[in-house]
T-cell receptor, first 118, second 117 residues
Framework: NAGVMQNPRHLVRRRGQEARLRCSPM?????VYWYRQLPEEGLKFMVY????????ESGMPKERFSAEFPKEGPSILRIQQVVRGDSAAYFC????????????????FGQGTRLTVV | DQQVKQNSPSLSVQEGRISILNCDYT??????FLWYKKYPAEGPTFLIS?????DKNEDGRFTVFLNKSAKHLSLHIVPSQPGDSAVYFC????????????????FGQGTILTVHP
C-alpha cells in the first residue's frame, strides 16, 4: 500500500515561470491537503480538496496560486509567475473519508516537493 | 497570529532519559491535538494524538498530556533513544467546530530534539 506520493521531489524554476506540483493520495483516500513550510517555520495550511471540489482554500495566497483534485489523476498545486518568496517545501497530505463524528485527523504526509526559485 | 506555539526551538537529552516537548495553543475551538515527527528532507510522520475529552494518551514510549484550562500539551518520550532525534511538531484541529474543514491542521514551529548516546 503505497503512501502519499509527491513529485517532483525537487523543482527549480526561474522567476516568472510556472511551477506544478503533483500529489497522489494514499489508496482509498479522497481528502487532500496542501501545506507549505518556509525555512525555519512550521507547516502552514494552504488548501483542502476533495475529488473535484475545493473545500477550504483559506490558506492560499490570493493571486498566482491554484489547486485542483480532478476525478481522475493526482492533485495539482499550481504556482504561476513564481517569485523568490515562493521557495519552500510543499507538502501534501491525505486522509480517508468517513463519518465526521468518528473521523480522526491523522493525515498522512508525502515527502514533499522542495521548490527553489532562482 | 501564531495559534499553536512551541517556545523551545531545541532540546538536548541524554539517551535513556526523558524528553519533554511542550506546546501551547490559543484557539479554544481546537478539540484534537497531534504530534508529528519529521526528519530532514522527509514529510512529517504521525506519532500520537489526543482528543480534548481526554487528558492523557499513551502509546509505548510516547505519552501526550493535555491541560485544557492552561491550553497546554506536552509530549513525553521515555526512554529517549538516539533514533528519536528529529524535529517534533505539535498540531491542532477543530474537528467538530471547524465545519467541513475538520482535517485542517495548525502547526507549531517545531522543536529540534537531539538525543545523545
Amino acid at each position: 500500500n503505497a503512501g502519499v506520493m509527491q513529485n517532483p521531489r525537487h523543482l527549480v524554476r526561474r522567476r516568472g515561470q510556472e511551477a506544478r506540483l503533483r500529489c497522489s493520495p494514499m489508496k482509498g483516500h479522497s481528502h487532500v491537503y496542501w501545506y507549505r513550510q518556509l525555512p525555519e517555520e512550521g507547516l502552514k495550511f494552504m488548501v483542502y480538496l476533495q475529488k473535484e471540489n475545493i473545500i477550504d482554500e483559506s490558506g492560499m495566497p490570493k493571486e498566482r496560486f491554484s489547486a485542483e483534485f480532478p476525478k481522475e489523476g493526482p492533485s495539482i498545486l499550481r504556482i504561476q509567475q513564481v517569485v523568490r518568496g515562493d521557495s519552500a517545501a510543499y507538502f501534501c497530505a491525505s486522509s480517508p473519508p468517513g463519518q465526521l463524528s468518528r473521523r480522526n485527523t491523522e493525515a498522512f504526509f508525502g515527502q514533499g516537493t522542495r521548490l527553489t526559485v532562482v | 497570529d501564531q495559534q499553536v506555539k512551541q517556545n523551545s526551538p531545541s532540546l538536548s537529552v541524554q539517551e535513556g532519559r526523558i524528553s519533554i516537548l511542550n506546546c501551547d495553543y490559543t484557539n479554544s475551538m481546537f478539540d484534537y491535538f497531534l504530534w508529528y515527527k519529521k526528519y530532514p528532507a522527509e514529510g512529517p510522520t504521525f506519532l500520537i494524538s489526543i482528543s480534548s475529552i481526554k487528558d492523557k494518551n499513551e502509546d509505548g514510549r510516547f505519552t501526550v498530556f493535555l491541560n485544557k484550562s492552561a491550553k497546554h500539551l506536552s509530549l513525553h518520550i521515555v526512554p529517549s533513544q538516539p533514533g528519536d532525534s528529529a524535529v517534533y511538531f505539535c498540531a491542532a484541529s477543530a474537528r467538530f467546530n471547524g465545519g467541513t474543514s475538520y482535517g485542517k491542521l495548525t502547526f507549531g514551529q517545531g522543536t529540534i530534539l537531539t538525543v545523545h548516546p
